[in-house]
């Protein structure tokens, strides 16, 4: 017996998205049924739907949904009928690092992720002329109803509107628990972000709840750099007015930041963001590039610094356990990440992918 959801169908590589009607399918004993209410508009859907992942076209993305369960499957045992949640992204739950607590760099990741199929093979989506890639993220949110499996739903507090929940998902877990989960800042110290959309935004957060005192945030657009001051920066730099090395230098006294985090994947950003490292400062990216992308460092003078480069995956987070404390943070106003949401309808889904990449809104979010 299958279901019919409307939901907004990538077609093909670089095609716009279209809002279509589609059949889905019975959810599985390990899957759960849920009936979305938002969800967010994400850089990673940008650039699946422009082929530079691997997901197979046409798909339903999306992939950081909230909602409410309709249905669950014989198997699961953490949420029943009725409970709010959540949804990121998908994890096997059996490799080595899954077992480890280390789910953001699942070793089947891409398959769990961006296989746009279940493990047999199937997918919970048609329409007439065939199969539609699903399961994206687990989930494939940017649709009104969605079988999900049990790794990618996180119960989270029935009073917090799901229509602001719903980046938690991946962007703003991914800049927080860069932060929070993998640099761990030390109360005092100091903290540059460089790009501050959805990502470097729930960083710069991030920065105030550890208690950095020096949070330096880098971008383009002054629009977005106002609202990082808002947020917790305690300088803004337009990297399109001025030398920002020389400029971050000057605020930290000649002595560098001790953590640098990049959101861009620019490689002459991240020439700069080292750059301005301290003594034993840690540089690490976040923003996704396509394969085979490199930046040149400077290993000559930088040697003594004795300087750290690492990649950080949805900030190396546990979905279950970091979702519902960034949801305690913002219920107590210290992680106000709602003032980055704008709301669009499904209809208008195009328009919110546009507006995310001109900059002139920084966290889309769609509201069923």
């Known amino acids: 017996m299958t279901t019919t ?4 169908v990538a077609p093909s590589t670089g095609e716009p998205l279209e809002v279509r009607e589609l059949q889905l399918d019975d959810p599985r004993p390990d899957e759960v049924r849920v009936r979305l ?3 967010g508009v994400c850089h990673t859907d940008a650039i699946v739907r422009d082929g530079i992942y691997p997901t197979p076209l046409p798909a339903v993305l999306g992939h950081e949904g909230a909602g409410v369960v309709e249905a669950v499957g014989d198997a699961i045992t953490t949420v029943t009928v009725g ?4 949804l990121s992204a998908a994890y096997c739950g059996h490799c080595r690092r899954c077992r480890a607590g280390q ?5 089947n990741l891409m398959a769990e992720d961006f ?3 279940r493990r047999d093979g199937s997918t919970a989506l048609s329409c007439d002329e065939g199969p539609v890639s699903s399961h994206f993220f687990g989930q494939s949110a940017f649709a009104t109803y969605a079988n ?3 790794t990618s739903v996180i119960k989270v507090d029935p009073s917090a509107p799901l229509e602001k929940l719903a980046p938690l998902g991946c962007g703003l877990q991914t800049g927080a628990g860069a932060v929070l989960n993998e640099l761990r800042p030390e109360p005092g110290t100091s903290l540059v972000v460089f790009g501050v959309g959805a990502v470097g935004s729930a960083a710069i957060m991030a920065a105030r709840v550890a208690g950095c005192t020096t949070v330096i945030a880098v ?3 002054d629009s977005r750099l106002e609202l990082a001051e808002e947020l917790g920066a305690t300088h803004s730099i337009n990297s399109g007015a001025g030398d920002v090395v020389e400029e971050i230098t000057k605020i930290t006294h000649g002595a560098g930041v001790d953590f640098a985090l990049d959101t861009t994947a620019v490689p002459a950003v991240l020439r700069q963001a080292a750059a301005v490292l301290g003594i034993r400062g840690t540089l690490a990216l976040v923003g996704a590039a396509k394969p085979g992308t490199e930046v040149p460092f400077e290993i000559g003078a ?3 610094k004795g300087w750290t480069f690492k990649t950080i995956v949805q900030g190396s987070s546990v979905p279950q356990v970091f979702i519902p404390r960034l949801v305690e943070l913002w219920e107590q106003g210290r992680f106000p990440f709602d003032k980055l949401i704008r709301t669009y309808s499904l209809q208008d889904i195009n328009t919110a992918f546009a507006d995310s990449a001109n900059g002139s809104t920084v966290k889309p979010v769609v509201v069923f």
């Not at 959801?5 to 907004?8: E, I, L, P, Q, S």
């Open 103 to 107: 789910m953001a760099y699942c070793e």
């Open 219 to 221: 971008d383009l657009h």
């Open 5 to 8: 959801v409307t939901a907004a």
């Open 37 to 39: 209410v938002a969800t």
């Open 302 to 304: 930088s040697l003594v």
């Open 115 to 117: 296989g746009g199929r």
């Open 148 to 150: 999900v499996v049990e």
């Open 83 to 86: 409970d709010h949640v959540v």
